[in-house]
């Protein structure tokens, strides 16, 4: 660093900075310094989707309860800021998880934007029901690639829980209403340590052959790094196309955005009677 | 670092570790020689207005004293290594081109440094600007001759060091428990933490032949003297039971 500098308050404010030197603040192409319009990185996608689960994994996590009126302002907040999918809530039972016990309250009472889509999370056939009562016109289910951590969390095995997601899947499908599937413990489990990319694949084949249009692959505990991102992404994508995968990294030991830079980086896969295909996700 | 003097005598030089001083100065490189220092380092800027607010000169007159220095040191076989900050962005002057960067990487490296440290002074760095950046020095200098040293103010630190280490970089500046903040921006971290560093390395399968363990014990108890909590990741979660 050297030296403090005593003349520390002559720097730009972050707004400044970011907004109108370092072109950073605004997402819109147009507002990116003509030099840097081209993708910095080479083969990196154009476009990328986030998808925000504040108002469900992060809120499920936090301590405090957060009251249902505050849950709404928050959520239509968010979506004012140009995000496309928000995931709202989850039609879990009270007992599991009290912080999403409004979850009729909360998907009733935000305000649905158009061109924003609401997930919610349905882990069986009566939170499915109780959804789509409320109004929900996408859903999501909770998948494990580690057997002690779907027994822990949801009380069953990875085969009973597929069962009853192809129940909420068909039913979903059958009304028309998109399904997302989540894999939890893809690079690590708090149980059972080490998770083979292998295990992470066939649960996520599983979740896409049912039905489910997207297949969340989830650092759950954050124990991930750029190499076993890389190499679980290897192994699922010779069974699930890129375009149907997304990455949901937990920060636990700061890694996030490395592993996630290294999901939008193509990569060699490796095909089953040899030879290899790059892909850009 | 009033008391540069007796830290310097104070502590004990393990065999195989280097411990280069900061040395602005011919007056400062002395008085570190006399200390027992037997590696130093000059620090520059790519900002004009960084360097005038930093060390009270231009890019140009910094160089002039850098050139003593180093040449100093060099007569003595002392290394010199050379920090250029604000690579990818001023906190005065905000954009900072990347052929600036270069000039004075080039400069440093052309007066006799052995290694160039490439700061991301304020941390507004991402993977893109750190790849264009680096495109430009390492046409001037070679890779073998570079580190990065990211600052995390926003988070993006351990994602611009992979982009470097992707384009063949292989030193890398990090500090333990990510000590010290940033005096431009309230409240924010500064550089990028040891142990998350180490932790993204070893699941890479990198060598780095340094034990996570042992750094967060130092980081716990340097954190515990200066009465402030770990800003590294890696700790917080090993430490919450």
Known sequence: MGNVPSAVKHCLSYQQLLREHLWIGDSVAGALDPAQETSQLSGLPEYVKIVEVGPRDGLQNEKVIVPTDIKIEFINQLSQTGLSVIEVTSFVSSRWVPQMADHTEVMKGIHQYPGVRYPVLTPNLQGFHRAVA??????SVFGAASESFSKKNINCSIEESMEKFEEVVKSARHMNIPARGYVSCTLGCPYEGNITPQKVTEVSKRLYGMGCYEISL??????????????MLESVMKEVPPSALA????????????????????MVICKHNGGTYTVNP
Not at 134 to 139: F, N, Q, S, V
Not at 220 to 227: D, F, S
Not at 259 to 266: D, F, S, V
């Open 247 to 266: 990455v949901h990294c937990h920060d636990t030991y700061g890694q996030a955005l490395a592993n996630i830079l290294t999901a939008l980086q193509p």
């Open 218 to 231: 989830g650092d759950t505990i954050g124990v991930g790094t750029p190499g076993s991102m890389k190499k």
């Open 134 to 139: 409320a109004g929900a016109t996408e859903i």
